[in-house]
Every structure is written in C-alpha cells, then in structure tokens.
C-alpha cells in the first residue's frame, strides 16, 4: 500500500514557476515508478512526466518538455515536479500517482493516487 499526498500549487504568472511535491508512504514507494498527470476542467487526465524508480529515466510530454523537470528523493520518499516557464494551458489539478510497472503514460497502469493538487496560470 502507497498513500500520496501532493502539495506546491497555487496561482502563478504566465511565465513563472512552481515546484510540486508528491510526498509517499509505505515500504515499497522507492520501488514505485512515480508520474504526474493533470487534468484541467472538461477534459480528460492527461500524461505529464514519470519517473522510473531508481530515478534513471524520466519522461514527459510533449506539451511539458524542456519546462518540467521531474526528480525524485528515495530517502525523503518524495516525488517533484520542478515547472517552469509556466502558461495558461498549464492550469489543471495535477495528481501524483505511483506505478508497479505497465506503460508509463497511461494513467491506467498506476496503482496508486493522490488527492491533487491545483495549479491556476494566470495570462
């Protein structure tokens, strides 16, 4: 069992930046791939990035790409999710979930989730 908990959103600026974090629970978190998915008001969740987890592979959208940078602390049992260089379309609730294996950017291969976290980019 994994319980996660997100925190970091809040209201930012076009063109600013926002750090989340996805703090963990449970003895097989560091054995976990982690993602990040978001999703914004009338559309479906979507991919943002994951993480394998030893750390030594990440992946992300094509949308986040070079703006997001996904990390992650085995020791402090805690996922990132470093935003920069944020937009307007980037305002969604962003949800952390853990993973025991399957295609990474499928929300269906997560086993676990967080409540969420809400990001507003203002224009």
């Known amino acids: 069992q994994v319980h996660l908990v997100e925190s970091g959103g809040g209201l930012v600026q076009a063109g600013g930046s926002l750090r989340l974090s996805c703090a963990g629970s449970?003895?097989?978190?560091?054995?976990?791939?982690m993602g990040w998915f978001r999703q914004a008001p009338g559309k479906e969740r979507e991919f943002v990035a994951a993480?394998?987890?030893?750390?030594?592979?990440?992946y992300y959208a094509d949308s986040v790409k070079g703006r997001f940078t996904i990390s992650r602390d085995n020791a402090k049992k805690t996922v990132y999710l470093q935003m920069d260089s944020l937009k307007p379309e980037d305002t969604a609730v962003y949800y952390c979930?853990?993973?025991?294996?399957?295609?990474?950017?499928?929300?269906?291969?997560?086993?676990?989730w967080g409540q969420g976290t809400q990001v507003t980019v203002s224009s």
């Open positions: 979930g853990a993973s025991r294996g399957g295609t990474y950017y499928l929300d269906s291969s997560y086993d676990y």
């Open positions: 449970g003895r097989t978190f560091s054995s976990n791939a």
């Open positions: 993480i394998s987890w030893s750390g030594s592979a990440t």
